[in-house]
């Protein structure tokens, strides 16, 4: 199956090297195809878009498409475009801009009623706005640069015709959101509820980009440490867990603290101060920049090694070879700290184990269902964000079984070129990651063609964790 780029005018065809002559306004005929995607000029509607901007219209492969003519470096919009059957000049351009559209041009709405339920998408160039209008002084140069954007922007467009085709789906499960996270975004949404806004949050709740812009939409107040909060105020501790001198800091400043400390990183936190209590060595497996594991540490600093790899395990020392145990942070890929594990234990055969493992119930359990999708799909997309260390450890353990595999943030993450020759695809999130930024992928693929979608699941998660005391008592 293959997509067909079209151009409304021979010169808009120019611009975009390989599309076919579509015809102008109500001459307008559409060509066999699987997918059409119309481009060229139009007239700017909207103050926000300027000439040379790029507006998407937006059907459901939209995201993508924009997301592939952003990374080409050129200013996209993604919304409504006004069909009209003739030019549309000053107050009538106030008038459509009040309905919503952000430019106005001739022939997308026909063309995409006669596409029926096949794959479609429209990429207009702005050439002239309201202060800027089709006569005015500067069109030939506006109407010039808006042709150059469109060839600039002709490989994104060819990648959109190069994805059409139908694709079968493949769901992770379980997928997405943890009891700890959900406990986590509960707790800030209490917060809010009961003490009222502004609620500060030390650093990201968890680490969701999506997640953190709704709390801050809602009156959240993210911040790096707890000097930068108010004396007196409400703060709320991430996910990710604190060392002590964090809570020694917000006492002082007599804040009122919640701790969204996830309970499974409260028990590696335990088990530190146990061993450290103990006169022992903590080898703690995991990195050293990331926010548990620097929580961690500072419970017993003098005490904790931090252990990032198979080498750093081969050479790590301790005082008391006989005195030495270790810890995990809870969002490793299991097989490579297992591994680590391994070779502390032949090193140090006194080495005392946690009595349960450290790497969370869910961080194993999307481990081991992204790797059933990924020995049968061509494709696998892990929904995360870029600091989340869930999600970049599911990419691993994907691409460790020789599959493609990309983190995505959102489904305007995804690169078309992915897509030209995957028609099996796995889908997952880690578990900081909202399951809706899921079913948006989903919709985005079915933009392309036909989607088929099947759920693979490994098992299902029905822990639950308590708000913390406070919170709890006012729910």
Known sequence: MTGVIGAPLAVERWAVPGA???????????????????????????????????VVAPDPSAPMLAGALRRLGLTVHVGPIHTSDHLVTGAQRATLAATGALAVEMETERLRSRAGDRPFAAVRVITDTEGAGLWS???????????????????????????????????????????????????????????????????????????????????????????????????????????????????????????ATCPLVAKVHTEVKRYAGRGE????????????VVGTVGEAPARV??????????????????????????????????????????????????????????TTNRQQAVRVIAAETDLVLVVGSANSSNSLRLVEVASRLGVAAHLIEDVGDIDLGWLASARKVGITAGASAPPHLVDDVVAGLAGLGPVSVRESSVGAENIQFTLPTGLKEMS
């Open 20 to 54: 076919v002559r579509l015809g102008m306004g109500r001459r307008t005929r559409l060509p066999a195809g699987d997918g059409f995607l119309v481009a060229g000029v139009a007239g700017g509607l909207d103050p926000s878009v300027r000439p040379g901007d790029v």
């Open 137 to 259: 002084p500067g069109t030939l140069r506006r109407g010039v640069r808006a042709l150059k954007t469109l060839r600039h922007a002709a490989p994104a467009l060819r990648q959109w015709a190069e994805a059409i085709g139908p694709r079968e789906v493949v769901l992770a499960a379980p997928r997405s959101f943890c009891a700890g996270v959900e406990r986590a975004v509960e707790v800030v949404e209490r917060a809010l509820q009961t003490r009222g806004a502004p609620v500060y949050v030390r650093r990201q709740i968890v680490h969701n980009a999506h997640v953190v812009r709704r709390l801050s939409d809602l009156g959240a107040v993210f911040v790096e440490e707890v000097e930068d909060v108010p004396a007196g105020s409400t703060v709320v501790l991430a996910a990710h867990g604190v060392a002590p001198a964090v809570r020694a800091a917000a006492q002082e400043r007599e804040l009122d603290v919640i701790d």
């Open 281 to 292: 060595t903590v080898f703690l497996i995991g990195h050293g920049d990331h926010e548990e």
């Open 305 to 362: 090694v931090v252990v990032e790899d198979v080498a750093a395990a081969a050479w790590v020392t301790a005082p008391d070879p006989g005195r030495v145990a270790y810890a995990m942070q809870t969002t490793l890929a299991v097989d490579e700290a297992e591994e680590i594990a391994g070779v502390l234990r032949s090193r140090f055969p006194a080495l005392h184990a946690p009595r349960r493992e450290d790497i969370c119930y869910a």
